[in-house]
């Protein structure tokens, strides 16, 4: 199961950006070629993840189209579908072009339930009077 090595680079990339932080969401750009579906790569990451901040996070990924070219007719257009034929004229003499990409577009970090200080800026305790 080729998701687990996915998983695994995914895991890699969210625990970078979240700098110790806990990590709910992640949203991923995966090229069609790459032939990732949504429900196996989130079994694959719950098990990767487990112990890490991103231990029950979920996956939400954005399938990127990959270019294909027609080798008889010239036609070009852009498919999700790994084995994509021509739109044209139904060749299967398909050049493919793009289509493996892997990006962490973004994290959605778990909400802390107490953070001390004020968020305006002041450094010290909002609760506590000087």
Do not use: W
Request: proline residues 4%.
């Amino acid at each position: 199961m080729h998701e687990f090595g996915i998983a695994e680079a995914i895991l890699a990339a969210v625990e970078k950006r979240a700098d110790g932080r806990r990590v709910c969401r992640a949203r991923v750009q995966v090229g069609a070629l790459l032939r990732v579906a949504e429900p196996s790569i989130n079994d694959a990451f719950a098990m990767v993840s487990e112990g890490t901040v991103a231990e029950g996070a979920r996956l939400d990924l954005v399938t990127l189209p990959v270019r294909v070219t027609c080798g008889d007719c010239g036609s070009v257009a852009m498919s999700v579908d790994p084995h994509a034929v021509c739109p044209g004229c139904g060749s299967a003499d398909v050049d493919s072009e793009g289509g493996d990409d892997l990006v962490l577009e973004s994290i959605q970090l778990a909400e802390a339930t107490y953070v001390p200080g004020d968020s305006r800026g002041d450094r010290g305790d909002a609760g506590r009077s000087s």
